[in-house]
């Protein structure tokens, strides 16, 4: 992403990001888009919203405030009603021209008619299994995953994700005792690696920012959407 795209992009809506408290914003229809890599032919979204089961439970209100383009990724893990979830913010989704990815199963992707996969650390370590491949592939879905590290990244782009959700960007509420990457590393982590980099950890009104000049594709949180830092 050039530094021009993120100053035009604060030029115009972050006065109403901090009236709002929200970093919901246009964004997508201002930043830079990249085209996805591997079996994507979708545009690569630069706004990224998680669910949490504690912080942002409900999600359906926040993902009203999304801007058309942006990603909406499903985790809600160990929720009973992880199915009636993932159908019901799909349809959601398609009605708001959202993209949606649902996070570590790809058997409920399919079922639920998600846009494409978010693997968390653990599964983006082990890569995809061949079945899963092959749904992306006839999808043409999007495939993310999580990244901590250097280390990471490379295994994000060796497993053919479009993206990384590189983290924690800045201080969180969830991860009090991580240090964070801060800008400077973040920019030299970006320039280090092919694949495109979403930051995640700490991105709000107050921060966002920050990341100016990065070379991020785009940003990725809960605090977005929750009184809550992310």
């Not at 919203?49 to 160990?78: E, Q, T, V």
């Not at 570590?104 to 968390?120: E, I, K, Q, S």
């Not at 497993?159 to 983290?167: E, F, P, Q, Y």
């Amino acid at each position: 992403m050039e530094s021009g795209d993120w100053g035009h992009f604060l030029k115009d809506h972050l006065s109403e990001i901090y009236e709002m408290h929200l970093t919901l914003t246009s964004a997508s229809h201002n930043l830079k888009r990249g085209i996805s890599r591997d079996n994507s032919q979708s545009p690569l979204p630069t706004v990224f919203l998680m669910s949490d089961d504690d912080r942002l439970p409900k999600p359906s209100a926040a993902l009203s405030k999304l801007p058309r383009g942006s990603c909406f990724i499903l985790r809600h893990y160990n929720d009973p009603e992880r199915f009636q979830i993932a159908k019901l913010l799909s349809a959601l989704c398609r009605r708001r021209q959202i993209s949606i990815l649902v996070g570590g199963n790809w058997r409920l992707a399919a079922r639920v008619g998600a846009h494409g996969l978010h693997l968390p650390g653990h599964m983006a370590r082990i890569g995809l299994e061949p079945a899963a491949r092959l749904w992306l592939k006839r999808r043409k879905g999007l495939l993310t995953a999580a990244a901590h590290s250097p280390q990471e990244l490379r295994q994000a782009y060796k497993i053919g994700a479009s993206a990384a959700l590189l983290s924690p960007v800045f201080g969180t509420l969830s991860h009090p005792h991580r240090r964070p990457l801060g800008p400077v590393r973040l920019a030299a982590m970006v320039r280090s690696t092919p694949i495109s980099v979403i930051a995640l950890g700490g991105v709000n009104s107050k921060t966002l920012n920050a990341l100016r000049g990065t070379g991020c594709h785009g940003y990725a949180g809960i605090g977005f959407a929750s009184e809550n830092q992310s």
